[in-house]
Nanobody
Framework: QVQLVESGGGLVQAGGSLRLSCAAS????????MGWFRQGPGKEREFVAA????????YYADSVKGRFTISRDNAKSTVYLQMNSLKAEDTAVYYC??????????????WGQGTQVTVSS
């Protein structure tokens, strides 16, 4: 019931920053918890960050805590991932996903197409 399109990926040097955006279609965006996941070369998909439907709660993987910030603008039906102090190990395809609750995002059928982030060192 919701379609997601990521953008903002690119090539940056270590220590640089990027902001990813995930634009959602559908009238119920504001009631979805949103999350970011990533899959690096030769790695399994991993959780990066999540935000509740209200924006009142955020969660981060230990690997990105203090460097990444997830936020959302429900008026624009968009979720963001601000990535600072990027490291080579952050290189991955980043996906956004939507779920009824934080706990169900990972198993939700609603995923974007992914956007490539490449960090050079």
């Amino acid at each position: 019931q919701v379609q997601l399109v990521e953008s903002g990926g690119g090539l940056v040097q270590a220590g640089g920053s990027l902001r990813l955006s995930c634009a959602a279609s559908g009238r119920t965006f504001s009631r979805y918890a949103m999350g970011w996941f990533r899959q690096g070369p030769g790695k399994e998909r991993e959780f990066v960050a999540a935000i509740s439907w209200s924006g009142g709660s955020t969660y981060y993987a230990d690997s990105v805590k203090g460097r990444f910030t997830i936020s959302r603008d429900n008026a624009k039906s968009t979720v963001y991932l601000q990535m600072n102090s990027l490291k080579a190990e952050d290189t991955a395809v980043y996906y956004c996903a939507a779920g009824g609750t934080i706990a169900t995002i990972a198993t939700s059928p609603y995923w974007g197409q992914g956007t490539q982030v490449t960090v050079s060192s």
